[in-house]
């Protein structure tokens, strides 16, 4: 099989190298093109991230082309219905990394109930006093998850090693998963009255967007968190940001802003292309950055090595079962 890896990276290379040992591998830093298409005539295989777009001008020249294995989730940059017509299977990564982010989750709920980042710019400073530095017990706490799927599991299932109650919100009840995890589901509403800290695993779409809102927002106890590592849009910045100035909400941990909604893959802020510049913008005009109990990262929750190679090795694991003619994670 010759296949062809696109939007690579150094690193990328060595990894697919070893884990592809005796197949016929070429490897492009760039995207897929109509000119560099013209080199890959008899090839079989090609990998790609989003920016390469598999329309029909390019299929046509991959004349021998039988797999497509995007290493990216999404599968909107490839004409699916061209592929059917040249009868070439397409394969994503439907997964990569929901322990990871359920991870990056909780570094922030710890961040914020200890006062990490204040303790440690204190001590940095040579300073070792306590003054303003207590913190609250997660045990014995009530966990909110919006979005009961992948990522939200992983977090009930840590919060529960945390001793904390759990209630979860999700239009699609997972009963056993709530059964075995003994977590209650409940509605929007009781959940906001009822959490001590709430964080949001739903996605971002017409239905979700400011789901926490100006509205709403006032039935969140008094002084809970707010946790949300999903999609910016889902909370209304302006709601947020209000609830903090006023004392009712008790701090925040963000990874995800409103602006950076653009973004339909994790691994685009990974790309030179991805517009950094918007994001250091938007960060620069929050006012949320300035407040003392709100953390935010820039959108970091998926980058872990483990998950970046989760992607390497499902893309890996979908040529050889195209091969095996055990075709995985098929999407076309
Ligand atoms: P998933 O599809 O497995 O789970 C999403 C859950 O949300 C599902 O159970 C679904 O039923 C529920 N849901 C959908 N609409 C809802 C609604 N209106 N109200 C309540 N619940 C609703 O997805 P996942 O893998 O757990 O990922 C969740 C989100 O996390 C993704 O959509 C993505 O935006 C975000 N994410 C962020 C990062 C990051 O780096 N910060 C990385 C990966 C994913």
Known sequence: MKTAFFEIEDWEKDYIKEKLKGHELKFYQGELTADNAKELKSFDVISVFIYSKLNKRILDQLGKLKLITTRSTGFDHIDLEECKKKNIVVCNV???????????????????????????????????????????????????????????????????GFEMDVLAY???????????????????????????????HAPLNKHTYHMINKENIKKIK?????????????????????ALYEGHLGGAGI????????????????????????????????????????????????????????????TVGNIKGFIKKKITNRVG
């Not at 209304?236 to 209000?242: F, H, L, P, R, S």
């Not at 950076?260 to 250091?280: G, H, P, T, W």
């Open 94 to 160: 439907p997964f990569y990394g929901e322990n990871t982010v359920a991870e990056h989750t909780f570094a922030l709920i710890l961040a914020l109930s200890r006062k990490i980042p204040q303790s440690y710019g204190r001590t940095i400073r040579g300073d070792f006093s306590l003054d303003g530095l207590r913190g609250f017990d997660l045990k014995g706490k009530t966990l909110g998850v919006i979005g009961s799927g992948h990522i939200g599991v992983h977090v009930i299932r840590m919060a529960k």
């Open 170 to 200: 999700d239009i699609k009840k997972n009963r056993k998963m709530a059964e075995k995890l003994g977590f209650k589901y409940t509605t929007l509403d009781d959940l906001m009255k009822n959490s001590d800290i709430i964080t949001l």
């Open 222 to 242: 008094r002084g809970a968190f707010i946790i949300n590592t999903a999609r910016g849009g889902i909370i209304e910045t302006d709601a947020i940001v209000k």
């Open 255 to 314: 990874d995800v802003l409103e602006e950076e909604d653009l973004i339909k893959e994790e691994a685009q802020l990974l790309s030179k292309k991805f517009l950094k510049r918007r994001l250091e913008i938007s960060l620069k005009n929050r006012i949320l950055l300035k407040l003392d109990n709100v953390i935010i990262t820039p959108h970091n929750a998926f980058n872990s090595s483990e998950a970046l190679k989760r992607i390497l090795d499902t």
